[in-house]
């Protein structure tokens, strides 16, 4: 089955980067979502297909996605953006399951 | 206002069944695939299955493929997770997601909407 890889966690500043990768074999061929999900609440889709952000979803929000990696790159973080970010592709070698990342914890210094 | 309730969870032995319900409201239903996701205590978000929006689309999860069933009844706007043979690893919060798209899988299809989730414990 495929395999989505993120780093546990990624500490940032206020108002700087923050840039959660996701690895997984030609990930650059399949298209990516990202979600948001804050302690005791459900999560939030915060981009999908590769780059684009939903309704209501700050432009600070943005994707990317080539060769064996995805991004998900947060700019002028705020302590708000504190929580756990998980990637997700569909494997289209397999009925088009779901498949989530293994989540990486941002955390705002 | 979009809205997805959870419910059916609860307690159950390992072996027996539970079957979860979601309510939703505030969108056409039936104009959208549905998904069944868990997350176990302190761990990570799980797809757990999928179906279209005229049900000819199902898929499961390998770990819970033959024990696990997914259904709709677009007549009472609502998805279904009938669960057999529940295990101990079975137990999770269980959110009902809406998708983006009428099929699940391909470009563009995203859980937008998520309910709260309902708790499925397996203990004897």
């Known amino acids: 089955s495929y395999v989505l890889t993120q780093p546990p966690s990624v500490s940032v500043a206020p108002g700087q980067t923050a840039r959660i990768t996701c690895g997984g074999n030609?990930?650059?061929?399949?298209?990516v979502q990202w979600y948001q999900q804050k302690p005791g609440q459900a999560p939030v889709l915060v981009v999908y297909?590769?780059?684009d952000r939903p309704s209501g979803i700050p432009e600070r929000f943005s994707g990317s996605n080539s060769g064996n990696t995805a991004t998900l790159s947060i700019s002028r973080v705020e302590a708000g953006d504190e929580a756990d970010y998980y990637c997700q592709v569909w494997d289209s070698n397999s009925d088009h399951r779901g498949v989530f990342g293994t989540g990486t914890k941002v955390t705002v210094l | 206002e979009v809205q997805l309730v959870e419910s059916g969870g609860g307690l159950v032995q390992p072996g027996r069944s539970l079957r979860l319900s979601c309510a939703t409201s505030g969108f056409t239903f039936d104009d959208y695939a549905m998904h069944w996701v868990r997350q176990a205590p302190g761990k990570g978000l799980e797809w757990v299955s999928g179906?279209?929006?005229?049900?000819?689309?199902?898929a499961y999860a390998d770990s819970v493929k033959g024990r696990f069933t997914i259904s709709r009844d677009n007549s009472k706007n609502s998805l279904y997770l009938q669960m057999n043979s529940l295990r101990t690893e079975d137990m999770a919060l269980y959110y009902c997601?809406?998708?983006?798209?009428?099929?699940?899988?391909?470009?563009?299809?995203?859980?937008?909407?998520w309910g709260q989730g309902t708790v499925v414990t397996v203990s004897s």
């Open positions: 997601a809406k998708d983006t798209l009428h099929y699940f899988g391909v470009s563009g299809s995203a859980f937008d909407i």
């Open positions: 030609n990930i650059g061929s399949k298209s």
């Open positions: 179906i279209s929006w005229n049900s000819d689309n199902i």
């Open positions: 297909d590769d780059s």
